[in-house]
């Protein structure tokens, strides 16, 4: 009797705890609510725009995400309404919000099909996914980038190609392509990890298979050569000397010095390359 009285004094001690702990929350939230508009008290579309675009300026992408989403839900139907909506969709991005970034662009988009900048907002989910999974240590150390996860690059490839497909004439469509020759050679290496996986386990059908693959989908990529040597091994450990021996051929014919540099590695390099062109604002 006594246990249940003290666990009923307990449970009845943390229900109080924990509402007041609410309480505490809903009331700082609301003064902070009205700190903020307290700030914005007088402010009218375009000085959201402009503070906005300065906390943007001085990469400070948190307050200029809250400013822009302000701006938007008080001045819908303003002048600046259509701008803060795709700047705000770049903030994402660039604070590493890429799903926020990426609903944003997909919402201007939806909304905005026949701007003038709607292009922009196609580029902008490519460089969102291009740059998705790049982690700090890959922005300044050479890494082998064709080993991440392909489905960012896929995806980044597919909102390149978009682009080109529906705005041709666009300035964004010369970096969109540069960008889909380096996703498609990390794509295509990436076969080729995976064939060489299969090898090193001596799955060699699996392995034979991939690098088919590789030859049949990624022509004249730096995937190639390496997909060749592959189907060399793969099909003498499966007793197809005949095959192996084709595939010798081809090599032989077309890479007489060996294979080439694979042109897959070193993304921090290249994303240094990018941000100094300042092909990302």
Not at 38 to 59: I, V
Not at 156 to 165: A, T
Request: with cysteine; aromatic share 14%; hydrophobic share 40%.
């Amino acid at each position: 009797m006594r246990l249940v009285l003290v666990k009923t004094v307990f449970i009845a001690s943390l229900a109080w705890m924990l509402q007041g702990c609410e309480t505490l929350d809903a009331f700082m939230s609301k003064d902070s609510s009205a700190s903020k508009e307290e700030e914005y008290a007088g402010w009218d579309d375009k000085m959201f725009h402009e503070k906005a675009k300065e906390a943007l300026d001085n990469k400070n992408y948190q307050k200029a995400v809250t400013l822009y989403e302000a701006l938007e839900s008080r001045y819908p139907f303003g002048d600046y309404a259509a701008q803060a909506q795709l700047n705000v969709a770049f903030a994402y991005y660039k604070n590493d919000d890429p799903e926020a970034a990426l609903a944003a662009a997909d919402r201007f988009i939806k909304i905005h099909p026949r701007n003038p900048s709607v292009d922009y907002a196609y580029y902008l989910k490519g460089l969102i996914n291009y740059n998705r999974g790049i982690g700090f240590i890959d922005r300044f150390l050479p890494t082998d980038s064709s080993q991440r996860d392909p489905g960012p690059a896929k995806d980044s490839y597919d909102n390149f190609q978009e682009l080109i497909r529906r705005y041709p004439n666009s300035q964004y469509v010369a970096d969109a392509k540069q960008r889909m020759i380096a996703l498609r050679n990390n794509m295509a290496m990436y076969e080729v990890h995976v064939a060489d996986f299969y090898m090193r386990r001596k799955a060699y059908v699996a392995a034979v298979n991939r690098a088919n693959y590789i030859i049949k989908e990624y022509q004249r990529t730096p995937a190639v050569p390496f997909a060749l040597q592959i189907m060399q091994d793969g099909y003498r450990q499966l007793g197809m000397d005949e095959l192996a021996a084709d595939a010798e051929r081809i090599y032989a014919l077309n890479y007489p010095a060996g294979a080439p540099q694979a042109n897959y590695k070193d993304e921090g390099a290249i994303q240094k390359v990018w941000d100094a062109m300042g092909l990302d604002k």
